[in-house]
């Protein structure tokens, strides 16, 4: 019986030893299988180009650059209105003193007044408003027997004065009027031939 004993022992160690050994295979099968997955799963995966990755990341700067160009423009946009509102409300603020010396004289006519007391203030107005285009550094174009210029001045008549020079203004029938070299209005006016 000892010797029965002994060899179901001995059939019990080996079957352990060949469970194991079946077990070690079974792992390192395993082992080799997730090995070759991953293998797979890095040749499956193309290797990225050095040419790719440049354009890439040119794509990337180039959409950066155009969100930074999108924001500027709408941020001078927005600075052109406001600059454009500042300079309005300055302007109108120089003529706002101008009309205010109109309805005064209006409502001075309108009570029967002294006719020179009007055109006394008539003539007050015209210098507020030169002073005004003097602050605005507007000036008038010089017109009257001056050499004609179409870049400042209009020619609306033609006409014969064997006295004056061809291309001469000899009338001016709308004065013009230009802040520094831009021309604001031409002059109208009339010129010999």
């Not at 022992?9 to 090995?35: I, V």
């Not at 001469?168 to 002059?187: C, T």
């Amino acid at each position: 019986m000892q010797d029965n004993e002994m060899k179901e022992k001995q059939a019990e160690q080996e079957a352990a030893e060949a469970k194991a050994a079946e077990q070690e295979t079974a792992e390192a099968a395993e082992a080799e299988k997730a090995e070759d997955a991953k293998n797979a799963e890095e040749a499956a995966e193309p290797e990225v180009d050095p040419k790719d990755a440049k354009i890439e990341e040119l794509q990337n700067r180039l959409l950066r650059l155009q969100a930074d160009f999108e924001n500027f423009r709408r941020r001078t946009n927005i600075e052109k209105e406001q600059l454009s509102t500042f300079v309005t409300a300055n302007v109108v603020g120089k003529f706002l003193k101008v009309l205010d010396n109109f309805e005064r004289a209006e409502a001075s006519v309108e009570k029967g007044d002294n006719v020179d007391a009007v055109v006394d203030g008539m003539k007050k107005i015209r210098r507020q408003f030169e002073d005004a285009f003097k602050d605005l550094k507007v000036e008038e174009i010089e017109a009257q027997n001056a050499k004609f210029d179409p870049n400042i001045h209009e020619a609306v008549m033609r006409g014969h004065n064997p006295e004056l020079d061809d291309e001469i203004v000899d009338m001016v029938f709308e004065k013009g009027y230009k802040l520094g070299d831009k021309v604001i209005r031409h002059s109208k006016v009339r010129i010999m031939k």
